[in-house]
């Protein structure tokens, strides 16, 4: 009775420690919840790199305090999610992300840890310009292009060109082929795009922020 006791409570401190309390992250305003060690060292990891990734690259600083929760379960087809209007981003945890990386995805050949960083990079621009001058109703379109842009923006040169593997490199983007349409109804062919359109630029960082000051519009008015 006395040994089952025992394993019942180191079995009990072996959980507590493998779900640990909140992380801060060091450099930001950035809290993790529900991480394992050292799933809050590579969260924190990714926070550090999309802080360098905007600040090379004319996306604004996120100032204000913010949450990511890990979690194992999102929707279908869902990796990260920002919650608008709330600081606070859901991410599915490293191996849940991993068990649901398909692939036949573009992203097939990133390294997990490198996937999942990237994601929480697309996620955290999401929070990033969240104040970024809209004219219209949403600013569907930019919103994505620049969350995207920044997510390969953040991965190694060699990673990016896994992420390219397959691409026509030689075929110029217009700006009409960032659109709704190909948003819905192809993703993965709407981020290639969008980092082939930011790579064809004369000065790609430049139009980042002509995008974050409202100069460039990607959206279009829409009537009913």
């Given at each position: 009775m006395h040994a089952l006791k025992a394993t019942t409570a180191v079995l009990m401190l072996l959980s507590w420690s493998a779900?640990?309390?909140p992380v801060s992250c060091d450099g930001s305003d950035v809290t993790v919840y529900g991480a394992r060690p050292q799933?809050?060292?590579?969260?924190?990891?990714?926070?550090?790199?999309?802080?360098?990734?905007?600040?090379?690259?004319?996306?604004p600083p996120i100032t204000r305090p913010l949450r990511i929760d890990l979690v194992e379960t999102l929707e279908a087809n869902c990796?990260?999610?920002?919650?608008?209007?709330?600081?606070?981003?859901?991410?599915?945890?490293?191996?849940?992300?991993?068990?649901?990386?398909?692939?036949?995805?573009?992203?097939?050949d990133l390294p997990d840890d490198a996937f999942f960083q990237s994601i929480l990079v697309h996620e955290l621009t999401h929070a990033a310009i969240k104040d970024v001058p809209c004219p219209f109703d949403n600013c569907l379109i930019a919103n994505e292009y620049l969350a995207y842009v920044m997510q390969i923006r953040s991965?190694?040169?060699?990673?990016?060109?896994?992420?390219?593997?397959g691409a026509d490199l030689d075929s110029k983007i217009s700006r009409d082929e960032l659109n709704q349409?190909?948003?819905?109804?192809?993703?993965?062919?709407?981020?290639?795009?969008?980092?082939?359109?930011?790579?064809?630029?004369?000065d790609?960082?430049?139009?980042?922020?002509?995008?974050?000051?409202?100069t460039v519009l990607l959206d279009y008015e829409r009537f009913e």
């Open positions: 779900q640990a309390g799933d809050a060292q590579l969260t924190c990891a990714a926070v550090a790199r999309a802080k360098q990734t905007f600040e090379s690259c004319n996306v990796f990260g999610q920002y919650h608008c209007g709330e600081d606070w981003i859901e991410l599915l945890s490293p191996s849940a992300m991993k068990a649901k990386h398909l692939p036949g995805s573009i992203y097939a991965l190694s040169p060699e990673a990016q060109l896994q992420f390219l593997k349409m190909i948003y819905f109804m192809a993703p993965d062919i709407f981020a290639r795009k969008s980092w082939l359109h930011f790579t064809q630029r004369e790609p960082c430049g139009f980042i922020g002509q995008i974050v000051e409202g």
